[in-house]
């Protein structure tokens, strides 16, 4: 069973900084690729980046120039790291995991339980 732990949330104001953590651990056989995505309040959840295992990185226009995401491919650790926060990035951010358990198994998606990213003064 794969499990995806979030962490590094919380409150910060306008301006700051938060870097968010996610380790996936259990019956991996292969990673696609790892990423954020957040959920705000009254609307869709929307991909924040993401990083293949090849290192390839793809950002929502919204964060670009202020958010880096990396990755540990030996601990199956992917980071986030938020600057110049703004009171729009406030949401649920959930980690996400496209990977195949098994060589005979088509890719699926695992996702974290979030983590609150609150921007306010």
């Known amino acids: 069973q794969v499990q995806l732990v979030e962490s590094g949330g919380g409150l910060v104001q306008p301006g700051g900084s938060l870097r968010l953590s996610c380790e996936a651990s259990?019956?991996?056989?292969?990673?696609?690729?790892m990423g954020w995505y957040r959920e705000a309040p009254g609307k869709e959840r929307e991909l924040v980046a993401a990083?293949?295992?090849?290192?390839?990185?793809n950002y929502a226009d919204s964060v670009k120039g202020r958010f880096t995401i990396s990755r540990d491919n030996a601990k199956n650790t992917v980071y986030l790291q938020m600057n110049s926060l703004k009171p729009e990035d406030t949401a649920v951010y959930y980690c996400?995991?496209?990977?195949?358990?098994?060589?005979?198994?088509?890719?699926?998606?695992?996702w974290g339980k979030g983590t609150l990213v609150t921007v306010s003064s």
């Open positions: 996400n995991l496209k990977a195949r358990i098994t060589a005979f198994q088509g890719w699926m998606d695992y």
């Open positions: 259990g019956r991996i056989f292969s990673i696609a690729a």
């Open positions: 990083i293949t295992g090849g290192g390839s990185t």
